[in-house]
């Protein structure tokens, strides 16, 4: 079975107030459902937001742009 969360909630897991949570909504910036006045969120979709938000550490990122690089390189030969 799929867990909804209500905006205070989902507020909470955010960490924004439910003010901002409404505009994103506005902006569509996440996704939400109302099925009536009641604006619910599938935590599936909160969690992969979250995700989907994370900033690579200083080595993940050296290591990507070697990946690159490397692949840059292979691209010429």
Request: with cysteine; charged share 25%; aromatic share 10%.
């Given at each position: 079975?799929?867990?909804?969360?209500n905006?205070?909630?989902?507020?909470?897991?955010?960490?924004i107030?439910?003010?901002?949570?409404?505009?994103?909504?506005?902006?569509?910036?996440?996704?939400?459902?109302?099925?009536?006045?009641?604006?619910?969120?599938?935590?599936?979709?909160?969690?992969?937001?979250?995700?989907?938000?994370?900033?690579?550490?200083?080595?993940i990122?050296?290591?990507?742009?070697?990946?690159?690089?490397?692949?840059?390189?292979?691209?010429?030969?």
């Open positions: 079975m799929k867990k909804y969360l905006i205070s909630e989902t507020s909470a897991m955010l960490g107030s439910i003010n901002t949570l409404y505009a994103w909504n506005v902006q569509h910036k996440i996704r939400y459902f109302k099925p009536s006045k009641i604006v619910l969120y599938l935590l599936s979709d909160i969690e992969k937001y979250i995700a989907d938000s994370c900033i690579d550490s200083q080595e990122i050296e290591a990507k742009a070697i990946d690159a690089h490397l692949k840059d390189e292979g691209s010429v030969l």
